[in-house]
Nanobody, 123 residues
């Protein structure tokens, strides 16, 4: 069984920062990348950022470019999301996920998901 556990969520004022972390545990599994997704109340879950292990290429949703930074360690099976200049519209549950696919921005390609961590940005 594979488990992904997120940490680091919380309440922050607009303009502030948070760092989310995710660690995978359980049986060994193959992954080509890991990513972060988020779901705001009443909205569908959306892509935020991802990293492809093969060449360490990172990808970001337009809405977070320049503010969020994804990093990680494939050997340790960890991924982080540094979120700066947070906005109220960033309020959502943030999910960590892992994919065996090469298209790391493709949400249906993700096999393993964490339970999510709440991020709330107050105005």
């Amino acid at each position: 069984q594979v488990q992904l556990v997120e940490s680091g969520g919380g309440l922050v004022q607009a303009g502030g920062s948070l760092r989310l972390s995710c660690a995978a545990s359980g049986r060994t599994f193959s992954t080509n990348g890991m990513g972060w997704f988020r779901q705001a109340p009443g909205k569908e879950r959306e892509f935020v950022a991802a990293i492809r292990w093969a060449d360490s290429t990172t990808y970001y949703a337009d809405s977070v470019k320049g503010r969020f930074t994804i990093s990680g360690d494939n050997a340790k099976r960890t991924v982080n999301l540094q979120m700066n200049s947070l906005l109220p519209k960033d309020t959502a549950v943030y999910f960590c996920a892992a994919t065996p696919g090469i298209f790391v921005t493709y949400q249906p390609g993700y096999d393993y998901w964490g339970q999510g961590t709440q991020v709330t940005v107050s105005s």
